[in-house]
């Protein structure tokens, strides 16, 4: 079983960049699709960005694209969110998952979960 540690949040004003990390506690990390989704108050938790298992695919929510980038190295069993241009609107628990199974940006499928970390943007 796959342990994530999220870490890299805190507080930024708007137009800053934070740089969020997910390590993994396993080396079959490495063959898995990996992901980060947050959590704003009081709403239901989205999808920000996910990375196939070697690197060689990506995807963004269209809220982030051109703002986020999210990368991985299997060597170090790791994953990495560089956000910049960060928006009030950007705000929430960023968290990172693992899903073995399939390439897919619904968090139902992912079955590992890190504890989540604190973003949060001022205005």
């Known amino acids: 079983q796959v342990q994530l540690v999220e870490s890299g949040g805190g507080l930024v004003q708007a137009g800053g960049s934070l740089r969020l990390s997910c390590a993994a506690s396993?080396?079959?990390?490495?063959?898995?699709?990996m992901g980060w989704f947050r959590q704003a108050p009081g709403k239901g938790r989205e999808f920000v960005a996910a990375?196939?298992?070697?690197?060689?695919?990506?995807n963004y929510a269209d809220s982030v694209k051109g703002r986020f980038t999210i990368s991985r190295n299997n060597v170090k069993n790791a994953m990495y969110l560089q956000m910049n241009s960060l928006k009030p609107e950007d705000t929430g628990v960023y968290y990172c998952?693992?899903?073995?199974?399939?390439?897919?940006?619904?968090?139902?499928?992912?079955?590992?979960w890190g504890q989540g970390t604190q973003v949060t943007v001022s205005s």
């Open positions: 998952a693992a899903d073995p199974m399939t390439w897919s940006m619904n968090s139902d499928t992912y079955q590992y």
């Open positions: 396993e080396r079959t990390f490495s063959m898995y699709t």
């Open positions: 990375i196939s298992w070697n690197g060689g695919s990506t």
